[in-house]
């Protein structure tokens, strides 16, 4: 704008000064430290006062500037709380550095917290929040967990304002043999999992890119529903030996086609052919990501095609849940293994699909399979000690074990690897989840499961994110627990593929507030989904002690349930 009318912009920010900005600083006891060009750096006595303060001036320069947006004078505010130095007339210090990176994080017209002020605000500030997650921020070693302060007038943000947003939707096997579905899908999953590992961008996550396959969408109406500013679509055609795979990449804003690219290849050149892919898209979207962050982020490659196809179907196999399926893909696995015990990503699928038979309660003996689950994530650690997956394996398997500081350990170090990784973030959550449950470690856990979703806003295990937060909050000493455990239960029951005693909670938690009528609605659902479903077998179909405890605590509306409609045995 200055470039456009210097005189012009100067005057009316010098009037914003004068008649919004500094009256609103003044009111609320701040103190402006300095100026730097157009910005500020100010301290106030509290972050309440100060949130108080911005959110005024934000809703008052939203008023004022009310010309084409392009011309607008917009202002950015981040503020964090922390110990500053004194330094003469002026402040230092990680706080004041942390407040500059989070004012670049907010949208135009928006205001961008820390956790140390979100922690300050709960009941004091009526204002909706939005969890941003933990963000790579300039010169700051560790990453800072931020939330969008939602401001009337304020620009809509994109995922992630520093992060270019990317989804890789499946390509199409154009092949004859349909047989070759799971090469296109295996070669799509390991470009996601390469890019998931780059801190500057934002990644969409496998589950919610695959929920489009076969789709007839645009690929513009795709990134919205997903959040993502860039699309990478293609196809794989193999014939024998041979493989044909094509990409582009898509600024899904524009339609804009910004790269494209064709390859042929032997089939034994699979994963030169995938790192090659990788860099392509890396480059496109980020140009500045150097060389050796690329050949660092790189997944080691085996020697062994076959162990690659083999890990791939058995994936395939595991994503439909049944015993058959199941044992299927473990066959695969330790096919894999025994021709590559040194393979990581082998030890990682196995690790999955044991931990998945512990948690889903599909074997016979959980305490060997735990046993072995724990195994396998230690020995893929030690194979590939950058495969994030593996932390998230071994966090499950000792959250299981109930050891759960060695699970928060390896959570943040996978997050240390990958804060794209939706799963890392759903599996903190089993970290925290130890009854009894504070407030905030309940607001902690329905963050963490906000921002899975958000990096897989289409993905199969959002009914489980949404139940896991009703069942924290049901589980703390939150004056609003019952209400917000019942918002959560019932945002996971409204999900086609939501379990029956999703809707059987709901329905408790609605007869605790004595609205009959739609905890019967729920009943109607609950039974609807299995027929079979009673106040006995309520328990039973929880998959663990956390689940069996907030069922245990709406028991006494058990009579009022069985009025419902609900069979009693």
């Not at 809703?59 to 330094?87: F, H, K, S, Y």
């Not at 894999?336 to 015990?341: F, I, M, Q, R, T």
């Not at 044991?354 to 046993?371: F, H, N, Q, W």
Request: with cysteine; hydrophobic share 45%.
């Amino acid at each position: 704008m200055m470039a456009a009318d210097e005189e012009g912009v100067i005057r009316r920010l010098k009037a914003a000064r004068k008649d919004v900005v500094d009256p609103a600083i003044g009111e609320a006891g701040g103190r402006i430290i300095k100026t730097m060009g157009d910005g500020l750096l100010i301290e106030f006595p509290s972050p309440v006062v100060c949130l108080r303060a911005m959110i005024a001036v934000q809703e008052e320069m939203a008023v004022r500037e009310t010309g084409p947006e392009n011309q607008r004078l917009r202002l950015r505010v981040g503020i964090n709380l922390g110990d500053i130095v004194e330094d003469g007339d002026d402040i230092l210090g990680d706080g004041v550095n942390v407040a500059a990176r989070l004012e670049s994080l907010a949208p135009p017209g928006g205001i961008c917290i820390s956790r140390a002020v979100f922690d300050q605000l709960r009941g004091k500030i009526d204002r909706q929040t939005t969890a941003l997650g933990p963000q790579m921020v300039k010169n700051i070693p560790e990453p800072v967990e931020a939330w969008r302060v939602e401001i009337a007038g304020a620009a809509t943000p994109i995922a992630d304002k520093e992060r270019a947003s990317v989804a890789v939707l499946p390509f199409q096997n154009i092949s004859s043999d349909p047989e070759q579905e799971f090469l296109a899908d295996g070669i799509v999953e390991d470009v996601i999992t390469e890019l998931s590992r780059f801190r500057g961008l934002f990644v969409i996550a496998r589950n919610s890119t695959f929920a489009y396959k076969g789709a007839a969408k645009d690929v513009r109406q795709i990134s919205r529903e997903l959040g993502a500013r860039y699309v990478v679509e293609g196809s794989v055609r193999r014939s024998g030996q041979r493989l044909r795979l094509t990409a582009q990449l898509i600024d899904a804003e524009t339609g804009v086609h910004l790269w494209a690219e064709r390859w042929d290849r032997t089939i034994d050149d699979l994963f030169d052919l995938q790192d090659e892919l990788t860099r392509a898209i890396v480059t496109g979207v980020e140009p500045e990501l150097g060389a050796h962050e690329r050949s660092l982020a790189r997944r080691k490659p085996v020697e062994s095609l076959t162990v690659w196809e083999l890990c791939h179907r058995g994936d395939d196999w595991q994503a439909r849940i049944d015993l058959e399926r199941f044992a299927k893909s473990e066959a695969l696995f330790r096919r894999a293994l025994s021709l590559d015990p040194e393979n990581a990503r082998a030890h990682v699928m196995l690790a999955r699909l044991m931990i998945s038979r512990v948690l889903l309660g599909m074997t016979e003996d959980s305490e060997g399979a735990l046993e072995e689950t724990l195994s396998l994530a230690r020995r893929a650690v030690e194979l590939d000690d950058r495969d994030d997956m593996a932390y998230y394996i071994l966090s499950m398997a000792l959250s299981e074990a109930r050891d759960y500081s060695g699970a928060m350990e390896a959570i943040d170090r996978g997050l240390a690897l990958n804060i794209n990784n939706a799963r890392l973030y759903y599996g903190r959550v089993f970290c925290l989840l130890v009854p009894p449950l504070s407030a905030s470690t309940a607001e902690a856990i329905a963050t963490d499961l906000a921002q899975a979703e958000r990096l897989s806003p289409t993905d199969p295990m959002i009914v489980h994110f949404r139940a896991v937060a009703g069942n924290a909050w049901l589980c703390s000493d939150a004056p609003d627990a019952e209400q917000r455990a019942l918002e959560a239960y019932e945002a996971a029951s409204r999900l086609p593929n939501a379990l029956w005693f999703h809707s059987l909670v709901a329905a408790a938690l609605r007869a605790s507030f004595g609205d009959r009528k739609t905890a019967r609605d729920h009943i109607v659902t609950t039974l609807r989904r299995n027929p079979n479903a009673s106040l006995a077998a309520g328990p039973d179909a929880l998959p663990n002690a956390h689940w069996k405890a907030s069922w245990q605590r709406l028991m006494r509306f058990a009579d009022d349930l069985v009025e419902l409609g609900l069979p009693r045995d």
